[in-house]
């Protein structure tokens, strides 16, 4: 695992790239880093074999998020910007997993999305409750109801590796 500070905060970075169908990656591998917060200093990290963990020290010490699959390779963890309770995890065969209080429990909402190989899941900034998920070989689905229902929005048949907003400037 690498952290990368920039004025306090932990960014975003891929340890290792998705594997593709017909690979799996090393147990333990970390999938993905995010920050929850710059003034908190929490941070995720999705892992190909051991779920979600989470660090309240920028990562000195961490703590498995309970209830995340743990079979299959976690692509992404991500907090949401408009409710710090809220996370948003998922991957191949996880399919797209949200928890409203902290990590504490978990509601699999991959239902209505045409598989539940996930290679990206983003958090709007700007919409509240509007998630993006890329399902492997099908459009990047919408959902603005924090994913409890979904629609196909673009991209069809394509691979999307990864889902990013540009901040304003």
Known sequence: LVNTQAQGAIFGMKVNPPPKPDRSVKEGDVIQVKEKSRAMATVIAATSADGALRSADTGASWEKIPGLPTKH??????????????LVGGGWEAGVQVSED????????????PNRQIWSIAIDPDIPG??????????????????RTWRPRFFEKAIVYDIRFLPHT
């Open 73 to 86: 390779t976690l692509h992404y963890a991500r907090f949401d910007p408009h409710d710090a309770n809220r």
């Open 130 to 147: 509007r998630l993006y998920a890329a399902p492997y070989l099908a459009p990047v689905h919408v959902s603005d109801d924090n994913g």
């Open 102 to 113: 902290g990590g504490a429990t978990w509601t699999d909402r991959t239902n209505g999305l």
